[in-house]
Nanobody, 123 residues
Framework: QVQLVESGGGLVQAGASLRLSCAASGRTLANYAIGWFRQAPGKEREFVGGIRWSSAATSLIDSLKGRFTISRDSAERTVYLQMNALNPEDTAVYYC????????????????WGQGTQVAVSS
């Protein structure tokens, strides 16, 4: 079992930055990957990016490269989603999820999910 808790969301103005955290507890994370997803109002949940815990290798969807980055702190057992130059289209509930080995873009591949954290960006 892996438990995940997101934090760091909030209401910001366009152009601001936020750093979301995903704190993990439970099993050793060395064999896990963490994916970030988001769900905007009235839209389906979409994959944002992911990180492989063991190597810290990351990937982001093309539309977010250059603004978002993913990292992890092994000592804190926490994965971060740094979001810069936010715009209203980034408004969504952001979720982190965990699965063994490698991250994928499919929600159904992830057995463990956090509760989500709300990000709202005003224009």
């Amino acid at each position: 079992q892996v438990q995940l808790v997101e934090s760091g969301g909030g209401l910001v103005q366009a152009g601001a930055s936020l750093r979301l955290s995903c704190a993990a507890s439970g099993r050793t994370l060395a064999n896990y990957a963490i994916g970030w997803f988001r769900q905007a109002p009235g839209k389906e949940r979409e994959f944002v990016g992911g990180i492989r815990w063991s190597s810290a290798a990351t990937s982001l969807i093309d539309s977010l490269k250059g603004r978002f980055t993913i990292s992890r702190d092994s000592a804190e057992r926490t994965v971060y989603l740094q979001m810069n130059a936010l715009n209203p289209e980034d408004t969504a509930v952001y979720y982190c999820a965990a699965r063994l080995l490698v991250f994928t873009s499919r929600q159904s591949d992830y057995p463990y999910w956090g509760q989500g954290t709300q990000v709202a960006v005003s224009s």
